[in-house]
């Protein structure tokens, strides 16, 4: 299978995408010819600034750049209109209901009276009334 390539904007390296290769936060990373992460050596010179992209969760135009990475080392995202770092609103990471396997996420504002987090459905938001599990409720 032919594999597309593209050359670092930075060092005119050859490289590569795999969809099986992918950082933390779903992005895939760039590969060189043996399949090494590509890490640049003229990239240092000038912070790496992305393109703008659009929030997946809120449509928000962000970027992110090396000048902002968090503790962790992860790059921040940026709003685009005021620079200032994007706190998403609208910002959910679905995951898999443990007995049923429904889609599901947890909202911070969405909490029993007991004070848990209730699961809501990825779908529509609603409660998630799980079919397969008897704990729950
Ligand atoms: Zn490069
Ligand atoms: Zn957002
Ligand atoms: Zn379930």
Not at 72 to 101: Q, T, Y
Request: charged share 35%.
């Amino acid at each position: 299978m032919a594999t597309y390539t593209f050359e670092c904007n930075d060092c005119g390296e050859e490289l590569h995408l795999d969809k099986n290769v992918v950082s933390k936060n779903g992005k895939k990373i760039p590969l060189e010819r043996d399949n090494r992460p590509h890490d640049c050596p003229d990239r240092e010179e000038e912070p790496w600034t992305s393109e703008t992209f659009n929030c997946k969760d809120c449509n928000a135009e962000i970027y992110v750049t090396d000048l902002h990475v968090s503790k962790n080392g992860k790059r921040v995202p940026l709003n685009v209109a005021n620079n200032e770092p994007h706190r998403c609103v609208n910002r959910r990471s679905n995951f898999a209901c443990k007995s049923c396997r429904t889609q599901i996420y947890v909202d911070d504002k969405r909490l029993s009276k007991n004070g848990k987090r209730i699961p809501l459905e990825a779908d529509n938001g609603y409660p998630h009334q799980c079919s397969k599990s008897e704990r729950f409720g």
